[in-house]
């Protein structure tokens, strides 16, 4: 595969969408319209269909660059930590954190190409488990020049001996990577909250993220290692090692199982914000926080109406029809007719029982 021919491909493609693909992309872009609103308030909605593109694109460009050898060489390698990379027999343990921003999937290439042997700690969601284990074994361990030591283990979290096999491999010299914006631990209690979340600050919000990384660490009395992949304005890659984390900075290990996760977000977010669109998250992070608020409808003084795309899009799934609440996350299912009126702002069509509803709604102002 030529990586260069393929990104330009997919751009014109992006940029000269079919309807169909409109469709299939609508619901995904209603989320994304969502997040933006919410964490990026200063980003103007007429934006967000041009930032989705640039989007799609780097969630496209992250999966095949991994497969680019080429373009792992040309990837820029920063370490300020002050642990020796290249020392694949490390005194203490040591665990590898990082996004789903940049290229990220090179993380384990980097470390794999260094000599370590690495174990990859990911979630059973809907598949991914073994696709990410074809993936790494036949397509990816086959291009990396590793060393004699170099090796890959990929555990699943879902299931409840890793945590055993992990602690026999920390013993046998492996180092851990995970993705701390995708490991969601054993227990997934994302109604309440109220077991293995922390609160945090991001953006200005707050979020409830998994800490189990960092309990993990603090029983195994391993230095954390943040690590962040960005490109820049010419897809040219670099990826950062930041100063590592030990439990003697902190006052005991459950502060460091707590702080240490919250300091590696505050560097995230800090990177993140250069190019927000690198970001992977952008489909998922309505997961990490709470949605049982109602947002107050407006009294409506309106005599000339229009659908409401400050607080409301449309999107379709299938052969039906929704109205989605960018403030409140909520879905109205609608037929052919208003979806067609609503898009249109053609609304003589509209029952007056509904045009009343909308009325009441904010739908239409």
């Known amino acids: 595969m030529n990586l260069v021919k393929e990104k330009k491909r997919l751009k014109r493609k992006l940029n000269k969408p079919s309807k169909k693909e409109i469709d299939l992309n609508s619901y995904h872009f209603a989320i994304f319209s969502a997040h933006l609103k919410r964490f990026l308030p200063e980003i103007h909605m007429s934006d967000y269909s041009e930032l989705f593109k640039k989007f799609r694109y780097y969630e496209w460009a992250s999966t095949v660059e991994q497969y680019d050898m080429d373009y792992l060489k040309k990837t820029t390698i920063t370490n300020n930590s002050s642990v020796d990379l290249s020392n694949t027999n490390q005194p203490i343990p040591l665990i590898f954190t990082s996004f789903h921003f940049g290229s990220f999937r090179l993380l384990n290439s980097i470390l ?90 991001f953006l200005k919000r707050h979020l409830y993220v998994k800490n189990g990384v960092g309990k993990l660490a603090a029983m195994l009395e391993a230095m954390i290692i943040p690590s962040i992949a960005l490109r820049d304005k010419n897809d040219i890659n670099t990826f950062t090692f930041k100063p590592e984390l030990k439990i003697s900075d902190f006052v005991d290990r459950k502060e460091f199982a707590i702080k240490s996760i919250e300091q590696t977000y505050l560097l995230f977010e800090k990177e993140m914000l250069k190019d927000p669109m690198q970001w992977g998250a952008w489909m998922y992070i309505h997961k990490w926080f709470k949605r049982n608020y109602t947002t107050p409808y407006k009294k409506n003084t309106s005599t000339a109406h229009k659908f409401n795309t400050k607080r409301y899009t449309l999107f379709r799934l299938g052969d039906s029809n929704y109205i989605f609440d960018l403030n409140d996350y909520r879905i109205f299912p609608i037929d052919n007719i208003i979806a067609k009126a609503l898009k249109n702002n053609k609304l003589s069509s509209i029952k007056p029982t509904i045009y009343e509803e909308f009325m009441l709604k904010n739908i239409l102002v």
């Open 112 to 201: 794999y190409e260094l000599g370590h042997k690495v174990v990859v700690i990911i979630d059973d969601i809907k598949g991914a488990f073994q696709q990410l284990v074809d993936d790494i074994f036949e397509k990816v361990v086959p291009q990396i020049k590793g060393t004699e030591n170099s090796d890959f283990v990929i555990l699943n979290v879902m299931d409840r001996t890793s945590i055993f096999k992990l602690k026999e491999y920390i013993t046998q010299g492996y180092v851990m990577t995970v993705y701390l914006d995708g490991n969601l631990s054993v227990d997934n209690d994302r109604e309440s909250f109220t077991k293995g979340y922390i609160p945090i600050k």
